[in-house]
């Protein structure tokens, strides 16, 4: 039972779709899709965060959801649409 939830789980992170006045889903799944489709451009998450000029530290908490008010709410959806998630 474990497994199919691991797996439900992980199908409905790669579905990551919002609409653009809600924020993605926090946490970790949500950090390793935008670290993949940033991969995939040839990016790196430090660079994406360079972007928008914020500390990759803060930028990972933001992402996480360890930092979870209205600006990092607003930071982690740029950072997705930037990363290519969402659109």
């Known amino acids: 039972m474990a497994n199919t939830l691991a ?26 899709l935008i670290r993949s489709a940033l991969a995939l451009s040839g ?12 500390d990759r530290s803060w930028g990972y908490q933001v992402v996480i959801g360890k930092a979870d008010g209205l600006a990092a709410r607003e930071l982690r959806r740029k950072l997705c649409e930037a990363a290519g998630l969402g659109k």
């Open 7 to 32: 797996k439900a789980t992980t199908k409905q992170a790669i579905k990551v779709t919002w609409k653009s006045e809600r924020t993605p889903v926090a946490g970790q799944e949500l950090y390793r």
């Open 43 to 54: 990016k790196s998450f430090q660079s994406l965060c360079k972007e928008h000029n914020v």
